[in-house]
């Protein structure tokens, strides 16, 4: 019954060091995206997959890469982190044709690039 | 650019009480709109998701109204708890690209006993 896993959920990086953060959702929905998540601000698409093999991007994509392997896991890779990048992270996922359904959000991961 | 709107950006409220917090949106053409509480520290959790030709909507205190005809949204929780106390927030999709969801910067409700 874990739903959305997300890992880790504390994470400090220096400027310029890469890291992935990781997501694993047990529901077998196909359509997966991460958001971020900035004070004062809505959440913001970065990128999204509606099934293996398939990836797109959000509305905030530059810095930040994607795959997607499995159904079950859609990891975000930061490239070179930037003090911009300090932010609270979401994976989410969805069943649903032609679009995401009910979304299922794990419980975020907040980083800080100093 | 489709915006989402959500008022007021923050309220308190006694145990018990009622209250309503408001979204407007100019997403088009629409598709549904959805509400999701999220507790501090957590993910964000879906209460309600309308449909153009739903008007209202309900999950236990929680209900949900939607004028299409004026891009409004209405959420009322009835007879607070302090459990209530989260941020509240207007998501919209559009019907030609329902992949991207747009969100509000959320009301934050505080119950206090």
């Known amino acids: 019954n874990a739903g959305v896993t997300q890992t880790p959920k504390f994470q400090v990086l220096k400027t310029g060091q890469s890291m992935t953060l990781q997501c694993a959702q047990d529901m077998n929905h196909e359509y997966m995206s991460w958001y971020r998540q900035d004070p004062g601000m809505g959440l913001r698409l970065i990128h999204y997959s509606v099934g293996a093999g398939i990836t797109d991007q959000g509305e905030v994509p530059n810095g930040y890469n994607v795959s997607r392997s499995t159904t079950e896991d859609f990891p975000l890779r930061l490239l070179s982190a930037a003090p911009s990048q300090t932010s609270v992270y979401f994976c989410a996922s969805s069943s649903g044709q032609g679009g995401p359904g009910k979304l299922f959000f794990g419980s975020g991961t907040q980083l800080s690039v100093l | ?113």
């Open chain 2, 1 to 113: 650019k489709n915006q989402v709107e959500q008022s007021p950006q923050s309220l308190i409220i006694l145990e018990g009480k009622n209250c309503t917090l408001q979204c407007n949106y100019t997403v088009s053409p629409f598709s549904n709109l959805r509400w999701y509480k999220q507790d501090t520290g957590r993910g964000p959790v879906s209460l309600t998701i309308m449909t153009f030709s739903e008007n209202t909507k309900s999950n236990g205190r929680y209900t949900a109204t939607l004028d299409a005809d004026t891009k409004q949204s209405s959420l009322h929780i009835t007879a607070s708890q302090l459990s209530d106390s989260a941020s509240y927030i207007c998501v919209v999709s559009a019907y030609s690209n329902d992949y991207k969801l747009s969100f509000g910067a959320g009301t934050t409700v505080t119950v206090r006993a």
